[in-house]
């Protein structure tokens, strides 16, 4: 509580120098003041801070009776992300990476710093108004909450705001009643032309009437008026009693830090039977293994990524402020809707009873820049989607299906579309339940994600998947499709050069240009690599996986001294080469050729 005393104690000096000058003869009134009028105003942004705590501490744990996302941080901070128009978040991801959320949530509790502090200062002059801001931001919290109908939100995702706001109000009220003259004395009067309206107001804050209470005379503050009102008189009093107040403040802020800390407690017991239903996982072995890595897939290359990225390296894109830790127990899905005579209801041991199939697939965000590092290569294993789509009954539109879209939903209420005909066109479409040879890891969707070769996340990765619905892209928009991102998007062919690095100074002579390639479900033909515009050079191609992973490609460059530019640009086996062409990630991915430029010496 050290940001409670400091201000205090600073205090104290001020009103002895204030003391002494007094003694000296000046006058009391102006130059006292502001320095009373400033440890009141440090105290009453304490009451703003503690209150805001208080909120914040109940909140916090009233949310673990309701979903983690109800807690108010999470709640406000999931409302922003939503109402973020795409291309600022885009920029955000782009700018922060994956501190994007850390840059979110620090905004989010600077914001409210500010507005407890002035909360605070506002109970000064309008101890009620300032209370009921508390209220106000509950509900503010609440209707953010209630914002994100997510699978099992409901009316109670209001009660932690609520909650919290409540017991926040109070303690603002509270401690506020406290910043007013000790002792229960009333105040001498005031001099004839001052008015002084706080003056009705009881010494503990037991208030008076309510229009002084209210009281809008500016320039006034409660603590200011116990100044004394002439040389001469009385020995100057206190502004408030300090002593009550940090008493007060301390054992307040104790008891919503110690909700706060019981919380996070609660839900970290709730978090461990998820973590623990992960460690009890062993994954069976698959109907359909993954053919082995061909030697050559990887050319051992410094500066290039492994043919496999580690789970820990793996990029990770979403909007969960909070990853959702699912116990495998109790995890279900559902899959229903147009055209689907036979609803399925699946637990996870369900799924493992299946016959699994194992497979390398390179998975790209959209918003992957021209050069940019949203792409990674795992080895994935799940069930495969189209069997189990057809089990359902469900018919791809090419046979007379009604539904065109299956839209899968997450836990915490993502929802991502996908093709019906993408899915079942018998490409490797799978529910993930392993990575590299483990259970899913919590931040790529564990227990269950979506998988289909080909196609950009945002519509066909979705994790921590729930429930799958068919149905048609005329009748619903998924999350980023409402967000102005294309409903369908396939991933665009590109090349991206790894070594050397943007603006590197590398030594004439031979230099190894190299990096990775990717088209996936159609294959990279061909990479090629230029020189300052100059004729194209046909890269070496690592062996081929399959046509549902990237390549890594190497060119071997007799650099000559000075500034140059490296390009580089791959062909699918389609034909078609990459474009020049440079469009933005939105609404269906860059295109454009990655350039380095570096420094022969
Ligand atoms: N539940 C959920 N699933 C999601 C997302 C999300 O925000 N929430 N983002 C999608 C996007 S945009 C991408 S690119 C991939 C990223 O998967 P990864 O984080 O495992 O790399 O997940 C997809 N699945
Ligand atoms: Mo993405």
Known sequence: MGGVRSPLRSDARRARRTAARTAAGRTAAAPVRPARTTAVLAAAGVCGLVAAGAALGVAESAAVGVRVEAAPLNAVGAAVVDAT????????????GEDDKLVLKSGVLVLLTLFALALGALTLRMRRTGSAGVLAFGVLGAAAALSRPGLGAGPADALPSAAGAVVGAGVLYGLSGLLRPPGGERHPPSAPGQSDASDTDGADGADGPDAADESDDPGRLPGADAAPASPGSAPPQPPFDRRRFALAAATAAAASGGAWVLGRELRAG??????????????????????PVPPGADLGIDGVPPFLTPSGDFYRVDTALVVPRVDAASWRLRIHGDGVPRELSLRFADLLRRDLIERHVTLTCVSNEVGGSYVGNARWIGVPLAPLLREAGVRPPSRGGPADQLVARSVEGMTIGTPVETVMDGRDAMLAVGMNGEPLPFDHGFPVRMLVPGLYGYVSACKWLTELELTTFDAYDPYWVRRDWAARAPIKTQSRIDTPRPLATVEAGRVPVAGVAWAQHRG?????????GGPWRRARLAAEDSVDTWRQWVWTWDAEPGSHTLQVRATDRGGDVQTAARAP????????????VVDVV
């Open 85 to 96: 128009p795409a291309a600022v978040k885009d920029w955000a991801i782009r700018n922060f």
């Open 270 to 291: 709730r978090a461990a039977e998820a973590v623990a239903s992960r460690d009890r996982l062993r994954l069976p072995e698959p109907a359909s293994a993954a053919p």
């Open 524 to 532: 990279v033909e061909r990479v090629e690599v230029r020189v300052d």
């Open 585 to 596: 990630v939105l609404p269906d991915g860059a295109t454009g050729r990655h350039s380095v």
